[in-house]
């Protein structure tokens, strides 16, 4: 039945169907689940390459015997709007798994990732760490990172007890600025390579190509960036600029 808890024998045909690149929702028609189902369990286990099954049910095991089960209403913190629990979950789990894919740490990118999620763009560090499984010092470790990046920003609550961490109104925008930082700090890399090696030799030519490449392709992008976000959002007044947060 679609909503008993994964047995053993559930894991293992996950596992299999992982190895024949089977995608999600063909696993899910042979366990007779929810394709959501698939994707947290193998998210939460490694992801697609390094999901197994005998460890993901040592981990099953070990947490229910660690963790107790919170009352009901507690236990889900995804805001009862939208789409249902399950589909908003396996959307942050994909959300999390692009924004890594940008160059942000994998826990850094749930967090922003349950963020966006949320109907009000903020949670405390409980609640994340309560939608996320991980520890409280993960999720400090996680939100300071992505502080010092401006993609969030942490206030008081409404009751002034806790810490509530918001999305930044550009936060979208930040984000490309790190994945071009990211390209621009390969570019200068490869060039100072290239004068390194020299442009006569085989690795200097190759390493000036890529880095060149990329150097021109990250200011087309900071350019086109700032152009559509300021066709999008208007002229607010605001000076912030790709260019400075992607040297």
């Known amino acids: 039945m679609p909503g008993r808890r994964l047995t053993r024998a559930d894991r293992q045909q996950i596992a299999a169907g992982l190895a024949q690149h089977l995608s999600y929702a063909d696993i899910a028609r042979r366990l007779n689940r929810p394709a959501s189902t698939v994707s947290r369990e193998v998210a939460r286990n490694g992801g697609p390459a390094r999901y197994r099954a005998e460890l993901a049910q040592l981990a099953t095991t070990h947490r229910a015997q660690r963790r107790p089960q919170p009352p009901a209403p507690a236990q889900r913190t995804i805001e009862h709007l ?15 798994t692009a924004l890594v894919e940008t160059g942000l740490p994998r826990t850094s990118a749930r967090v922003m990732a349950c963020l966006f999620a949320s109907e009000t763009g903020s949670r405390t560090a409980i609640e994340m760490a309560q939608h996320l499984q991980v520890s409280a010092a993960t999720i400090s470790y996680a939100v300071r990172l992505l502080e010092r990046q401006d993609l969030i920003r942490r206030d008081r609550d409404d009751h002034g007890r806790r810490h509530r961490y918001f999305l930044e109104d550009k936060a979208g925008l930040r984000t490309v600025a790190a994945s ?33 490449f990329l150097e021109r392709l990250g200011d087309d992008l900071i350019r086109s960036a700032e152009k559509h976000w300021r066709d999008m959002v208007g002229d607010t007044g605001d000076e912030y600029t790709l260019t400075s947060h992607a040297e």
């Open 180 to 212: 071009v930082a990211a390209n621009q700090r390969f570019a200068a890399t490869a060039l100072r390579g290239a004068e390194l090696f020299g442009a006569e030799t085989a690795a200097g030519s190759r390493l000036a190509l890529a880095g060149r």
């Open 82 to 96: 939208g789409p249902d629990p399950d589909a908003t979950a396996a959307f942050v789990t994909d959300l999390a």
